[in-house]
């Protein structure tokens, strides 16, 4: 059988869910080959062969955290090279979309990126694709070369099927562009302890109806009580109310959760681009004509200061 | 001596139009109207502040696309850009990200430069990663997602803000930049400056002069496939209460009912 080759993404050795759940859309191509880089490359191996990883190739160096983005392109081609494999998986995080598409480029390859599902055709796998702020689906395949394909967070179930997950060294040679752009320092983002925003089950948002930065806490008391993530509007975020990280749309980041829970956001395209693949949609506005209401399962037109703490309480005193 | 500062651009159909694929799977651009791609006109914006800083600058907006994209390239000439130049081929209809950052890289070295500045991704496609690839194509160090850049004694310095952290990047030029949302907001063009974007340069160039063979781009020379594509069913329309003073409370039914509590 084929083999695929996984990038992984981990934290010092903890693999980031949409890992997983790229090494289950592996399994529908061919037999899981994962590259992890970096400190605690090696401690991925357990997890990775739980989940259907046949070989993990491992490579830790300096330059993978002093230097951006191309000493992992050098490791991922050199694990192309040692593996031949009929496919590339990379999970579609800003930094995985460029090593990916550097790595297409130096093979001679296609790229497809955000793909939200994946499965095995004739002419080798095909994307599924959201498109125009997700109002149209595509589907896709790379014509010239070994398809190389980012996949979205939430894109298909983390599944358990054990594989060998034998561990080997891949010795990487880097080259003359590895060392180009030096990173000076690096300040590790503070963790507010709830989900990630991209991989989140339960995304809870505020925007332009939260009226202030010191409104937020209305939000994250919510989010809190549902164990979500908070994502906020480009409007909250261009007004300094909420971090540029949080933001969801276009120009923030995408986000696919089973619950999406918009607080005082009208639903302009450049949001609805971020959030309108969400399972089930919920709006909370006090005005009635707001866009966003087409796209909800339930809405409720009302006072965001009145409905989200009654909303919070209902669901403590449901929790217990 | 000068800085030779290169923006590539992008026109895009306006996304608050009714976007929709054409037969060839390929983007009508005939039903929506064009524009700059917004994101784009924060690397205008950036540009012109380096050159602002440069004792000597030169700032080259480059864009690839049919005869319309000559608006988006008007519009960062009239924000303060110097000079523009269009590579237009019929050939190029249907061309992928590999193949226009073929076409870019190719282009941008035919016009010579120090920087290459771009938005963080199209408005359009979305991808993101053309800026990486031409610094792959090029040659050239990749200095990508900045909300903060600065060029100094030829080297570029940013912070680019990651998912996890924050990180402080630094590379010689020459060098490929791209800038977030968060660089800076963008200056809206002055009449001064739409009326003299009207009679600023802006150069032609084809496949040819460009020394690409017609079958390394456009839909048949694509290194990707689009087999279908297909409108999202619209929703069924949700239940929509009014909040008479349990709203709340009807929403968590709601939210129980669906297992989410």
């Known amino acids: 059988m084929a083999e695929v080759l996984v990038y992984v993404d981990h934290v010092d050795g903890a693999v980031r869910k949409p890992t997983l ?31 259907g990883a046949v070989k993990v190739l491992t490579a830790d160096a300096p330059e993978f955290t002093e230097y951006l983005v191309v000493p992992k392109v050098d490791a991922l081609q050199a694990a192309y090279d040692a593996v031949s494999p009929a496919a590339v998986l990379v999970p579609s995080s800003a930094e995985g979309k460029e090593i990916a598409a550097r790595l297409a480029v ?29 109002s149209f689906t595509t589907k896709s395949r790379v014509s010239k070369g070994t398809p190389v394909i980012t996949v979205k967070p939430n894109s298909a179930p983390v599944e358990a099927a054990p594989a060998a997950g034998a561990v080997e060294a891949l010795a990487v040679t880097f080259g003359a562009l590895a060392t180009g752009t030096k990173v000076v320092s690096r300040t590790p983002r503070e ?15 505020g925007g332009r109806g939260v009226n202030g930065a010191e409104n937020f806490h209305i939000i994250e008391e919510l989010a809190d009580s549902l164990g979500a ?46 959030m309108q693949t969400s399972k089930t949609i919920v709006a909370i506005n006090k005005d009635a004509e707001a866009p966003i209401f087409d796209l909800v399962d339930y809405g409720v037109v009302g006072d965001l200061f009145a409905v989200v703490p009654q909303l919070t309480e209902e669901i403590k005193a449901r929790k217990g | 001596m000068s800085l030779r500062i290169v923006v590539c651009v992008k026109y895009v159909p306006d996304a608050t139009g009714d976007r929709h694929f054409a037969d060839d799977l390929t983007v009508d651009r005939d039903d929506v109207d064009g524009l700059l791609s917004e994101l784009d006109e924060y690397a205008v914006e950036q540009a012109l502040q380096i050159a602002d800083e440069a004792d000597d600058a030169e700032i080259t ?38 193949g226009t950052s073929l076409v870019l890289a190719k282009a941008i070295e035919k016009a010579g430069y120090d920087l290459v500045i771009t938005g963080m991704a199209s408005t359009d496609g979305t991808m993101g990663v053309l800026p990486a690839i031409l ?44 800038v977030t949302d968060q660089s800076g907001e963008a200056r809206y063009p002055s009449f001064k400056g739409i009326m003299a974007a009207k009679k600023k340069p802006v150069e032609s160039w084809d496949l040819e002069e460009l020394e690409i063979e017609a079958d390394e781009v456009g839909l048949e020379g694509s290194w990707t496939a689009v087999d279908s594509a297909a409108q999202r069913p619209a929703r069924t329309a949700g239940t929509i209460v009014k909040d008479e003073g349990e709203g709340g409370k009807a929403l968590a039914e709601f939210l129980a009912g669906q297992k989410f509590i």
């Open chain 1, 191 to 205: 963790s507010t302890g709830r989900p990630e925003l991209t991989e989140a089950a339960i995304v809870v948002s």
């Open chain 1, 106 to 134: 130096r093979i001679g390859s296609g790229i497809i990126t955000d793909a939200i599902d994946l499965e095995a055709g004739d002419e080798g796998p095909v994307a599924t694709q959201a498109a125009f702020a997700a």
């Open chain 1, 229 to 274: 993530a908070v994502g906020a509007s480009r409007a909250a975020v261009d007004a300094g109310w909420y971090p540029h990280s949080n933001q969801v749309g276009q120009t923030g980041k995408s986000v696919s959760p089973q619950l999406y829970i918009a607080s005082g956001i009208s639903g302009a395209i450049q949001h609805r681009a971020g």
């Open chain 1, 21 to 51: 759940e790229l090494l289950t859309l592996a399994r529908r191509i061919g037999e899981p080959v994962a590259l992890a880089l970096g400190a605690g490359a090696a401690d991925t191996a357990a997890v990775l062969a739980e989940h």
């Open chain 2, 135 to 178: 610094a792959e194509r090029l040659g050239v160090p990749q200095v990508t997602l900045l909300s903060e850049v600065k060029v100094e004694d030829g080297t570029v310095t940013g912070r680019r803000d990651g998912d996890s952290a924050s990180e402080q990047l630094e590379a010689s030029l020459p060098a490929v930049v791209s």
């Open chain 2, 61 to 98: 907006v480059l864009t690839v696309g049919p005869e319309d994209a000559k608006d988006a390239l008007r519009k960062a000439l009239s924000m303060g850009a110097d000079k523009a130049i269009h590579v237009e081929d019929d050939d190029l209809h249907g061309t992928d990200v590999i």
